[in-house]
């Protein structure tokens, strides 16, 4: 079993199925590498898969995931009957759907996992967002896309975040912080100047930022996560490990009676 990553402001949704998986498993008293990579389809893949969706007491061989590619493109899920491989295929950042017992999944190692349930209209989005899609508005997008979707009101919408890297050890170059800066100005909580030409990032709490604009309340979103190079022993980080493995966080609704 796992013993996943879940978000308390989520778990009180009983329709609402969801969890961040750690970088290990236990069998038999055993403690074994989690590990699913971008690439998907290898065996170890597979049956990690069904381990984790096991845990969640989800009766399903595989999740549902799209290519992602640090963009800014939401993936409408529509059709309950489409083959995991044909999702594959969409190039996005985003999923939402309003498909009861269809697990969808975001893959990440540093980058922020985000979970958006609207209990209203019962409907679900998961979001992949790094610092190119986040810089892109991947976030705001889905909340847009949500409403156009579904009739989704954003006041209705409860947000949480899953394990990602934060402002304590995300530190990047003038370059990569200058549309930050020209959007948020320095000096506010969430970026700062490190040292000379340098700059650090927290991309959950700018999330935040960017739920609370889209109209999202302030209390309905979860960000406070750990941050995945501090806790390294739990979470894959790319920034610190160069090539790893991957968390994978799910949600799924369950059918409303
Ligand atoms: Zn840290």
């Known amino acids: 079993m796992i013993s996943l990553f879940s978000i308390n402001v989520l778990k009180k949704q ?31 893949f597979l049956k990690h898969e069904k381990i984790f969706l096991n845990s969640l007491e989800i009766d399903r061989e595989n999740f549902l995931r799209v290519t992602q590619v640090h963009g800014n493109y939401v993936y409408v899920l529509k059709d309950p009957d ?27 190692a540093d980058c922020v996992p985000i979970i958006i349930y609207d209990p209203i209209k019962h409907v679900t989005g ?9 810089q892109k508005n991947i976030l705001t997008n889905t909340i847009e896309a949500l409403s156009r979707e579904y009739g989704s009101s954003p006041k209705d919408l409860i947000m949480g975040m899953g ?13 990569s912080a200058l549309p930050f800066i020209k959007k948020y100005s320095l000096c506010s909580e969430f970026i700062k100047k490190t040292e000379k030409n340098k700059f650090s990032l927290d991309l959950p709490m700018i999330n935040q930022f960017e739920g609370c604009k889209a109209g999202v309340l302030k ?7 750990p941050c995945t190079v501090c806790e390294n022993h739990r979470w894959y980080s790319y920034r610190k490990e160069g090539k ?10 369950q059918r409303r009676e």
């Open 244 to 253: 790893t493995g991957r968390l994978v966080t799910l949600a799924m609704l």
């Open 82 to 108: 489409i083959l995991v491989s044909e999702v594959g295929k969409f190039e996005a950042d985003a999923i939402i759907t309003h498909i009861p017992n269809c697990p969808i999944a975001v893959l990440t």
């Open 163 to 175: 394990p990602a890297i934060r402002g304590c050890c995300y530190e990047v170059n003038e370059s």
């Open 126 to 134: 998961l979001v992949h967002a790094g610092r190119m899609g986040t």
């Open 14 to 44: 009983r329709l609402l199925i969801h969890g961040t998986s750690p970088r290990f498993y236990v069998i038999n008293g055993e403690r074994k590498p989690f590990f699913c990579s971008e690439k998907g389809g290898a065996r170890l």
């Open 219 to 225: 209390e309905n979103i979860h960000s406070d996560v």
